[in-house]
């Protein structure tokens, strides 16, 4: 198993930007991707955005693409979601995961979770 710790979240203005940390500890050596998810109140979970650990090739929702980015450190095992032009439509709680197994298809089956991430944008 994988344990991870997001960090980062916090009050920020419309248009502005915020980086989200997710550093991964325990079984690291074994994750193949990590993802990030996020929840608004009343509203189901949604995929933001994945990235492979070894290739570093991402996928990322329309919502969001253009405007936030995945990238990892992997002498770290940390994986960041930096989000600019920020929308108040992006306020939710950020969770990033982990999966163990190889995948096409990156927007699902996460085997590890973090406790989330509050992230509010005020118009």
């Known amino acids: 198993q994988v344990q991870l710790v997001e960090s980062g979240g916090g009050l920020v203005q419309a248009g502005g930007s915020l980086r989200l940390s997710c550093a991964a500890s325990?079984?690291?050596?074994?994750?193949?991707?990590m993802a990030w998810f996020r929840q608004a109140p009343g509203k189901e979970r949604e995929f933001v955005g994945a990235i492979r650990w070894s290739t570093a090739s991402t996928d990322y929702a329309d919502s969001v693409k253009g405007r936030f980015t995945i990238f990892r450190d992997n002498a770290k095992n940390t994986g960041y979601l930096q989000m600019n032009t920020l929308k108040p439509e992006d306020t939710a709680t950020y969770y990033c995961?982990?999966?163990?197994?190889?995948?096409?298809?990156?927007?699902?089956?996460?085997?590890?979770w973090g406790q989330g991430t509050q992230v509010t944008v005020s118009s």
């Open positions: 325990g079984r690291t050596f074994s994750m193949y991707a």
């Open positions: 995961a982990a999966r163990n197994s190889p995948t096409y298809f990156l927007r699902n089956s996460y085997d590890s």
